[in-house]
T-cell receptor
Framework: GNSVTQMEGPVTLSEEAFLTINCTYTATGYPSLFWYVQYPGEGLQLLLKATKADDKGSNKGFEATYRKETTSFHLEKGSVQVSDSAVYFCALAVFGNEKLTFGTGTRLTIIP | GAVVSQHPSRVICKSGTSVKIECRSLDFQATTMFWYRQFPKKSLMLMATSNEGSKATYEQGVEKDKFLINHASLTLSTLTVTSAHPEDSSFYIC????????????FGPGTRLLVL
C-alpha cells in the first residue's frame, strides 16, 4: 500500500534559520508528491508539488525535490519567517487514483 | 481563491446523540468532496469520497451506517455521525475538488467533535 512518513514535530526555530522537514514515502505505482500547509484556524493549502523524479517544486521560498532513488521529498527553506509557523503535511497520490495519502504533519513554530 | 467552510468548527455532544457537520464550497462548484478524520499526532485518514447526486464511496473499515454522508448539491456535503460515542471524538476535515487533478482539493478548516 501507499504510505508517507514525515519527521515528528514539533519543530521550533529562530527567525532566519534554515528549515528541513523530512518526508519519505512508499507507493505502488508512480506517485505525485505534495506538501500542504495548514495555518492556524485555516484549511490545508497546497504549498508545492512534484510529479516526476528529479522535479523540484517551489513556492513562497520553500522547495522540495522528488528523489526516486531515496523515495524522499524533503521540504526546505533557507530563511524562515514567523509567518511560516504552521503545520506541514507531506502527501502523495498515485496516477489514476484520486485519493491523497498524508503524513502525520509537522508543527513548525518560528520565534522572533 | 477557492474557499471551503465547515460548520460547526467545534461541537460537544452527549453519547448516543447524532451530530451533523456541513462542508460548503463558497465560491465554486465541487463535483467531488472528501471527508477525512484526524487523530492526535496521526495522519489525515480518508473516510469517504462523495460525488454530487450519488452515494458516497467509503474506505475500508469505515462504517457506512455510522457516518452518513449526503452530497445533495454541488456546494454542500454533510457528514452525520449517528449515535455518537466517545471513540468518535476526533477532528473531521472535508475537502472539495474542482476538476480531475488530485492537487485541486481545497480543504475546510475542520470540525472538532468531542463526545462525552
Amino acid at each position: 500500500g501507499n504510505s508517507v512518513t514525515q519527521m515528528e514535530g514539533p519543530v521550533t526555530l529562530s527567525e532566519e534559520a534554515f528549515l528541513t522537514i523530512n518526508c519519505t514515502y512508499t507507493a505502488t505505482g508512480y506517485p505525485s508528491l505534495f506538501w500542504y500547509v495548514q495555518y492556524p484556524g485555516e484549511g490545508l493549502q497546497l504549498l508545492l508539488k512534484a510529479t516526476k523524479a528529479d522535479d523540484k517544486g517551489s513556492n513562497k521560498g520553500f522547495e522540495a525535490t522528488y528523489r526516486k532513488e531515496t523515495t524522499s521529498f524533503h521540504l526546505e527553506k533557507g530563511s524562515v519567517q514567523v509567518s511560516d509557523s504552521a503545520v506541514y503535511f507531506c502527501a502523495l497520490a498515485v496516477f489514476g487514483n484520486e485519493k491523497l495519502t498524508f503524513g502525520t504533519g509537522t508543527r513548525l513554530t518560528i520565534i522572533p | 481563491g477557492a474557499v471551503v467552510s465547515q460548520h460547526p468548527s467545534r461541537v460537544i455532544c452527549k453519547s448516543g446523540t447524532s451530530v451533523k457537520i456541513e462542508c460548503r464550497s463558497l465560491d465554486f462548484q465541487a463535483t467531488t468532496m472528501f471527508w477525512y478524520r484526524q487523530f492526535p499526532k496521526k495522519s489525515l485518514m480518508l473516510m469517504a469520497t462523495s460525488n454530487e447526486g450519488s452515494k458516497a464511496t467509503y474506505e475500508q473499515g469505515v462504517e457506512k451506517d455510522k457516518f452518513l454522508i449526503n452530497h445533495a448539491s454541488l456546494t454542500l456535503s454533510t457528514l452525520t455521525v449517528t449515535s455518537a460515542h466517545p471513540e468518535d471524538s476526533s477532528f473531521y476535515i472535508c475537502s472539495a475538488r474542482v476538476g480531475l487533478n488530485q492537487e485541486t482539493q481545497y480543504f475546510g478548516p475542520g470540525t472538532r467533535l468531542l463526545v462525552l
